[in-house]
Nanobody, 121 residues
Framework: VKLVESGGGSVQDGGSLKLSCAAS????????MGWYRQAPGKERESVST???????RYADSVKGRFTISRDNAKNTLYLQMNSLKSEDTAVYYC????????????????WGQGTQVTVSS
């Protein structure tokens, strides 16, 4: 399984970015996926997740500004980020739930290498 993020970069306060996560070797859409982030000196935190049935969840800090989606035909997960703030600055990681015996394992076993998002005021 390989997850490759792209779309990070540097923007000013209030700007937008769209992150993409291309998955290979993975049964896309069959289990949950998510976006996490880690800022310097801080622990990794969940930003948004999407389950196999399309249910989405967001951290309170990004609700109303970020939108997670996936395109099963393209094996790609997205994170549209609007109204970006300096506190959104972090490395963003794509994660995918593992599978075993035909079932989703309920934990994220696969991770991408991360993409840097920097928001300046």
């Amino acid at each position: 399984v390989k997850l490759v993020e792209s779309g990070g970069g540097s923007v000013q306060d209030g700007g937008s970015l769209k992150l993409s996560c291309a998955a290979s070797g993975y049964i896309f859409g069959g289990c949950g996926m998510g976006w996490y982030r880690q800022a310097p000196g801080k622990e990794r935190e969940s930003v948004s997740t999407i389950s196999s049935d399309g249910t989405t969840r967001y951290a309170d800090s990004v609700k109303g500004r970020f939108t997670i989606s996936r395109d099963n035909a393209k094996n790609t997960l997205y994170l549209q980020m609007n109204s970006l703030k300096s506190e959104d600055t972090a490395v963003y990681y794509c994660a995918a739930e593992g599978r075993g015996g035909g079932y989703c394992l309920g934990e994220y076993n696969y991770w991408g290498q991360g993409t840097q998002v920097t928001v300046s005021s």
